[in-house]
Structure formats: structure tokens, C-alpha cells
């Protein structure tokens, strides 16, 4: 199942690089996040959910996404 959420405001997050290394970013307006599930990765942070944009995945605070976008589809 995949759930899409579409950014309003630029958000933070946390760039997931391979070895295990991360990168503080932040995602902008408009953009388009899935969330699928069953999760793939076991690499999302305490207090964060992982989404994907543009082919890599984030760690984005779920009171972020609260409060910062909405959902506009699951499949």
C-alpha cells in the first residue's frame, strides 16, 4: 500500500545515504512523498516517519507532517 502526501510548506528532513550516513535537507513546497508500507528500511529514526521523493528516502518528524502536509492519495 502506498500513501501520497504533498508538501505546503518546505519541510526538514533527514536524507538517508548508503553506509548508514545522513544528511539534513529540507524538501520543498509541492512536493509530492510516498509512504509505503510494509516498511522496506529499519533505518527510520525514533519520532520520524520514512517517505520517498525522487527516488531516495527521508526522515521527516511526523509532527511535521502533520502539520506541514496532506494526504492526496493511497493506493
Known amino acids: 500500500m ?13 536524507l538517508g545515504r548508503p553506509g548508514g550516513q545522513h544528511s539534513l535537507v529540507t524538501l520543498p513546497a509541492d512536493a509530492v512523498l510516498e509512504q509505503q508500507q510494509p516498511f522496506q528500511f529499519s533505518t527510520t529514526l525514533f519520532g520520524m516517519v520514512t517517505l520517498y521523493w525522487e527516488g531516495r528516502y527521508y526522515s521527516i518528524h511526523m509532527k511535521d507532517l502533520k502539520r506541514k502536509a496532506e494526504r492526496v492519495s493511497r493506493d
Do not use: C, M, S, Y
Open 2 to 14: 502506498v500513501t501520497r502526501f504533498r508538501l505546503k510548506a518546505p519541510t526538514p528532513a533527514i
